[in-house]
């Protein structure tokens, strides 16, 4: 009796990632996804957590160019809040005068 060999099916990373977008907006459980799809579900656990620690890499970037628009941006913000503490001094001084 010939017994099929089963044929490893190798997903790219549109494929991965459509799969477990299907998880986060189904709310299908990582298990019955699996027998869909028929994957392991330790394999879907994995690309999970590879995809969550890819995210978290690409939005922890500290490169020098990222450090230097993140202190631009922390001046800019520091005007502005002079300035509006200084407008809403000058409007408490206002009422206090009507």
């Known amino acids: 009796m010939d017994k099929l060999k089963a044929v490893k099916k190798r997903f790219g990373y549109h494929e991965k990632r459509e799969i477990l977008e299907e998880h986060f907006n189904s709310g299908l459980s990582l298990s019955a996804l699996s027998?869909?799809?028929?994957?392991?579900?330790?394999?879907?656990?994995?690309?999970?957590?590879?995809?969550?620690?890819?995210?978290?890499?690409?939005?922890?970037?500290?490169?020098?160019?990222?450090?230097?628009?993140?202190?631009?941006?922390?001046?800019?913000?520091?005007k502005r809040n002079k300035h509006l503490e200084k407008a809403v001094s000058n409007l408490t001084i206002d009422n206090s005068i009507l």
Not at 55 to 62: G, I, L, M, V
Request: some cysteine; overall charge neutral.
């Open 35 to 78: 027998r869909k799809h028929q994957i392991h579900p330790v394999t879907l656990y994995s690309w999970k957590r590879s995809l969550c620690m890819s995210n978290k890499d690409e939005n922890q970037s500290t490169s020098p160019t990222n450090i230097e628009e993140i202190l631009a941006e922390n001046e800019n913000l520091k």
